[in-house]
T-cell receptor, first 112, second 115 residues
Framework: GQQLNQSPQSMFIQEGEDVSMNCTSS?????WLWYKQEPGEGPVLLIA?????ELTSNGRLTAQFGITRKDSFLNISASIPSDVGIYFC????????????FGTGTLLAVQP | NAGVMQNPRHLVRRRGQEARLRCSPM?????VYWYRQLPEEGLKFMVY????????ESGMPKERFSAEFPKEGPSILRIQQVVRGDSAAYFC?????????????FGSGTQLSVL
């Protein structure tokens, strides 16, 4: 079945550093989504990508839809302590519905 | 504008009891999705419902689990005769329509603990 693998699994960085993480799939996706989940909360959508090659920003976050449509990247610039959380990529699968498959997650810890 | 509301936030059950999890979608949303998250894992799709209809239950375990979204009232995820392996966070999401271009909004989840 389809799988979304994220790397790195976890990152421990200093405040102010830039962060990069990626998500790869065994099959093609037409939409890539990046979510952030904080402890005890549901995922919150950060960025949605709908077109191969698309580069989209949301404040200090930038995400790209890979040309092959099998990967996506998320960058966070000048990290701050409130960036702490687990970042998940996700994409719709099984047809045209909004049923999502989620990646394995990247845990980000930011030291002040 | 209230978001997706789930209750209870925490639910403790003994093995063999029933668990009922409730989800009220965002105002104007008629599509509800339930996901389960085991510790240190991503969310896994369980079921997709519209009002009075189950559209896709391909992620639901075959036994003990059921879901409904009645014409009036919240969506209910029901787990009968719970076992320890059912302990997880259960998240509900909603959207105004069914489209891959439509964003899903998630609730804060119900943490189910089975003793």
């Amino acid at each position: 079945g389809q799988q979304l693998n994220q790397s790195p699994q976890s990152m421990f960085i200093q405040e102010g550093e830039d962060v990069s993480m990626n998500c790869t799939s065994s099959s093609i996706f037409n939409t890539w989504l990046w979510y952030k989940q904080e402890p005890g909360e549901g995922p919150v959508l950060l960025i949605a990508l709908y077109k191969a090659g698309e580069l989209t920003s949301n404040g200090r976050l930038t995400a790209q839809f890979g040309i092959t449509r099998k990967d996506s990247f998320l960058n966070i610039s000048a990290s701050i302590p409130s960036d702490v959380g687990i970042y998940f990529c996700a994409g719709p699968y099984g047809g045209a519905t909004n049923k999502l498959i989620f990646g394995t997650g990247t845990l980000l810890a930011v030291q002040p | 504008n209230a978001g997706v509301m789930q209750n209870p936030r925490h639910l403790v059950r003994r093995r063999g009891q029933e668990a009922r999890l409730r989800c009220s979608p965002m105002k104007g949303h008629s599509h509800v999705y339930w996901y389960r998250q085991l510790p240190e894992e991503g969310l896994k799709f369980m079921v997709y419902l519209q009002k009075e209809n189950i559209i896709d239950e391909s992620g639901m375990p075959k036994e003990r689990f059921s879901a409904e979204f009645p014409k009036e009232g919240p969506s209910i995820l029901r787990i009968q005769q719970v076992v320890r392996g059912d302990s997880a966070a259960y998240f509900c999401a909603s959207s105004p329509r069914d489209s891959t271009n439509e964003k899903l909004f998630f609730g804060s989840g119900t943490q189910l603990s089975v003793l």
